[in-house]
């Protein structure tokens, strides 16, 4: 019992972390995936094709 009080806040502060990562990684996405169906619309086929 005494180990999960400590692992507690470690295991929080991850998931934490873990999703300000991911919400950065699909604002990036969103960002390249504007800029090229914007310019050109061959490189948003290429980028889906790399998803």
Do not use: H
């Not at 009080?5 to 929080?12: A, F, L, R, S, V």
């Not at 996405?29 to 094709?49: D, G, I, T």
């Amino acid at each position: 019992m005494t180990n999960y009080g400590t692992d507690y806040p470690m295991q929080e502060k991850s998931i934490i972390e873990l999703r300000a990562l991911w919400i950065n990684r699909r604002k990036k996405k969103r960002l390249y995936y504007f800029m090229a169906s914007y310019q050109f619309p061959w490189l948003m086929f290429v980028y889906c094709l790399m998803l």
